[in-house]
């Protein structure tokens, strides 16, 4: 057995511990009782461990120093580079940090299920400023051995390839023009009217409403479950794919389109090449191209006129008011295209959500870089939500600084990728659209040539190529954040 | 830190690790979509082979050597045999067997979920073929180092202290009672009538009453679900325990006391000690004693008269039929105490169930010893079919030699642990009748003095006593026979 041999058989051990880790990690969030967590947090702390461990093996060093000196096919060089990238992340950190950081984090965030309801900031904190200390300290470990700064040593985990430096000019641009375009909107929307759900939705429909959803947009359930958490996700193995939804008896909307988002990150998981049997070269690119296939499914198809008239009398049958005004075509799209600043960000339109993903990115910045501690956040966070949406969030932690899970247990540098995921999903339609008469096939309710190009162009490509290599490959140029502001503009404008 | 303690937190470690594997064998039974099987059972194998490499790590011989000569308390002394026994079992067996086996017994069960609905015996014997193959190298193996025979050495990993030669003891005298037992009931029950239940039990509405059920007997929802699969078990971990049924919409009987039975197991696992964090020696005493709570809880009490008269008003209010003769005290009574010999196992009576047991027992004890080849075991269980309960299997694989999970992944040595438990089970009664008066509490729906009692003499026990000294602390003498047979001609004479 060559080096690279040695390492592909490595790697692919690494990824069955992953698996343990992703059904363990849903079980957690999906299904486990809460006074099981102490138990589970330890388990998985040791399991964080053990990966740390193989990835931290001495031997390593010289198996990629001699692979590098192979001959290998452009495929193995590919699949070597992202052995590499895994490898480098993992090796900078000391073993005793992986294991606080996943034991304060597991705490941190079994709590804040709790002290969320609570508004209790002051809880919240206690477990939170480890969090943050932690982070700081390992986002500095990073930043000293890539020579980047350390927010950008952490951005590099989830975006591999974007810096501070490219976000500021997109998002500043951004700046620019978005409050003008949520007032245009407002105008006009104001003078419009529609008519919102109102009784009540069971829990049982609105799931066979969703899982008919799901069926029709391809998923694979030999390969895949939806299920219930508290906080929406997609998790799992690409075999085994999990999403999950939140219902609410006196709204059906935002489960219903929730399940097309996930349904997005699942097909993206299911379309992985499965080749080399869990190699990171066969995973997803980046939390980024993993945001824009959900906001592909979500925003581009999902809330297009045309998929609405298939949508709009499917949930009315479900809740058995198919002749209510609410599904009728005109008033269900409107009830999806509704542009209202708002508080919570899983809950915003697609208008007004950049400005949520940018006010969380200014705040992780400063906070990893040093400028900033997280007693701040509370007051930065009123300050920036009055200032983007005009919102004050002035003791209100609830639907403030405690709304979101990704802090809870560490994981900063990932909200860009929402946003870079919302631009990349309106190229990508741009340049569908280029290839076949998108709006042709949703309205004749054949996605096949959707399913098609994202299959061949994204899903198939794993992290085979760069990111800017698969954006460039699959539209003809890389990042151009002008495709969002047109389909912004296009539809609500 | 001494070697006592070395030992101590290493095993705490492999404890963190079986939290794991106990998850996610949970999910593969319970929630694992079918696609998932071939990366779930690669993973799988990849943790049973580093559990078993932590079991052989080459100090733990130099610390299992030190840790006899340090001066340790009784419950240390205690502490350190069960980790000697787990070590002992596992370090006798080569990695590559314990791979191969788990691979192996995951394909063969995986498989067997399609082939039984199939009958598809030729299917069946290709994986259980290997399967048998590597149980019998690993029986040989155990048998050499033991100084065992090869069933002797299996039965050991389930029930310490119990051989063939107490097992043949046991079950040919139950044998010469059995079958005059059953007749004499039928002839008894043959004048009785009773109305079954007829129409149909929604699922939504079998759940209720099962978890309200739960509720009842003292199940912790903090620390447990109830969830479905193919074959009722009881999973997870002393923390997070997982009960699981099937729902048969025509018919709520066997789901319903199914809840009742792995209640049972439940509370016992919920009430071990966890003052060691998840030692061998806080685990539950053997695979028989667990079977004696399950049995406590269904046959003992559940199918006893003062428990009846809760059951049956309970039951007729979920399925909103409270007025019909089935949900009548006499009625459900009869429902619950019909004797009448069957092909399945997991369906029989408590009567019949022994024949079923010893059945197995004599098949599995001859396999193991090589006296007979797994291409036997249909005709030998046509053969002791027809002679226990005069059915024949003949050519009927799916209700008979396939119609249990146990053997596809090799747990040889498992099946005796029923029985024996139904034993302990009627023991332990007669003992707390001693110390209580039972009848009067369940009368009175006041549980407690039951569960005390269980909770005192058999679940915070844990492993501290052998099986031998923990029946005998609890009833005063070891295993005694009788007071199952006094108990069924009690019940049905």
Known sequence: MNDYQKLVSHFKKISRYKHLEAICGWDQ????????????AESMAELSVHLHQLLNEPQLADWFENAKNQELSS?????????KRQWQHASVLPESLVQAKSLVGSKCEHDWRIQRGDNDWQGFSKNFAKVVTLSQEEAQIRAQTSGLTPYDAMLDLYEPGTTTKSLDILFNN???????LI?????????????????????????QLGLDVMKMLGFDFNHGRLDVSMHPFCGGV??????TTRYDDQDFVQSLMGIVHETGHARY???LPSSTGGLPV????????????SLFFEMQLGRSKAFIKHLAPMAGAAFEQANSTVFENDNFYKLYTRVSPGFIRVDADEVTYPAHVILRYEIERDLMNGVITYKDIPDLWDQKMRG????STKGNYTNGCMQDIHWTDGSFGYFPSYTLGAMYAAQFMSAMNNACDVTCAIEQKDFSPIFKWLGENIWSKGSSLSTDELVKSATGETLNANYFKTHLENRYL
């Open 29 to 40: 969030a999906a299904v486990m009782p809460s006074g099981g967590y102490q138990a589970r």
């Open 75 to 83: 495929s193995h060089t590919a699949s070597l580079k992202e052995m």
């Open 174 to 180: 951004v700046k620019t023009w978005l409050p003008d």
């Open 183 to 207: 007032e245009k909107i407002n105008e006009k929307q104001q003078s419009e009217h529609f008519v919102a759900p109102q009784g009540v939705y069971p829990e049982a429909q609105q799931k």
């Open 238 to 243: 690409p075999s085994d794919v999990r999403i």
């Open 269 to 271: 998981e299911q379309g």
């Open 282 to 293: 066969d995973a997803a690119r980046s939390m980024g191209i993993h945001e824009s296939q």
């Open 388 to 391: 983007y949406l005009g919102l």
